[in-house]
């Protein structure tokens, strides 16, 4: 009986290992129309974007972080959209990084 339970943790075990991991939590890949400096504010950033992962502050700038990844047996991916606020909460900078394969094709051009 004991063999058969150590049998069974095991197998669970491996299951969860081949599983894969995640962090952050997904948010679609911004389209450059959709974030203007000046212009874009934080209500328009959470319809499109959802909710941010992360809050904080750059250079007494307030700033929100959408971040999502994963890491599969093909290997990991991960996406970061930063955007830093004016004092008015418009959109001041923002910046975005991914390695998930359409984001790849979609920003090499």
Same mark, same amino acid.
């Given at each position: 009986?004991?063999?058969? $339970?150590? /049998?069974?943790?095991?197998?669970? =075990?491996?299951?969860?290992?081949? *599983?894969?991991? &995640?962090? #952050?939590r997904?948010?679609?890949s911004?389209?450059?129309?959709?974030?203007? $400096?000046? /212009?874009?504010?934080?209500?328009? =950033?959470?319809?499109?974007?959802? *909710?941010?992962? &992360?809050? #904080?502050?750059?250079?007494?700038?307030?700033?929100?972080?959408?971040?999502? $990844?994963?890491?599969?047996?093909?290997?990991?991916?991960?996406?970061?959209?930063?955007?830093?606020?004016?004092?008015?909460?418009?959109?001041?900078?923002?910046?975005?990084?991914?390695?998930?394969?359409?984001d790849?094709?979609?920003?090499?051009?």
């Amino acid at each position: 009986m004991k063999a058969k $339970a150590v /049998v069974v943790a095991v197998v669970i =075990l491996a299951v969860a290992g081949c *599983a894969a991991l &995640q962090a #952050g939590r997904v948010f679609p890949s911004p389209d450059p129309a959709q974030i203007t $400096a000046n /212009v874009t504010d934080k209500a328009a =950033l959470e319809r499109v974007l959802g *909710a941010p992962y &992360q809050v #904080g502050l750059d250079s007494g700038d307030q700033t929100w972080r959408w971040f999502y $990844a994963e890491h599969g047996s093909d290997g990991e991916v991960s996406k970061d959209l930063t955007v830093r606020f004016n004092a008015n909460g418009t959109v001041k900078s923002y910046s975005f990084t991914s390695n998930f394969p359409e984001d790849m094709r979609r920003y090499r051009k």
